[in-house]
Nanobody, 120 residues
Framework: QVQLVESGGGLVQPGGSLRLSCTAS????????ARWYRQAPEKERELVAI???????DYADSVKGRFTISRDNTRNTVWLQMNSLKPEDTAVYYC??????????????WGQGTAVTVSS
């Protein structure tokens, strides 16, 4: 059984920074593609960032230049560094990972979500 454990959310002032982490735990799991989504109140879930197994990245226009997705394959961890945060970044952030587990050739797993609030 695989879990994605998220951490790093919290309250931050506009212009501040946070780093979210997403770590696979439980059964052996090797992340192939990882994504960060967010969902603000009364808004649709939005794809924020994606990173492939070779390290290629892409971002939503709303966060380009401010957010950075990264990974450490040895730790099976994905991060989202968020700088220059704005109130409109307030949302619950979800990690999503697709990869290979001990018992499945391809598996997609979601994190539990971590809340980010940007407010003065």
């Amino acid at each position: 059984q695989v879990q994605l454990v998220e951490s790093g959310g919290g309250l931050v002032q506009p212009g501040g920074s946070l780093r979210l982490s997403c770590t696979a735990s439980g059964s052996i799991f090797r992340i192939n593609v990882a994504r960060w989504y967010r969902q603000a109140p009364e808004k649709e879930r939005e794809l924020v960032a994606i990173i492939t197994n070779d390290g290629s990245t892409d971002y939503a226009d709303s966060v380009k230049g401010r957010f950075t997705i990264s990974r450490d394959n040895t730790r099976n961890t994905v991060w989202l560094q968020m700088n220059s945060l704005k109130p409109e970044d307030t949302a619950v952030y979800y990690c999503n990972a697709a990869g290979i587990s001990q018992f499945a050739a391809n598996l997609e797993v979601w994190g539990q979500g971590t809340a980010v609030t940007v407010s003065s």
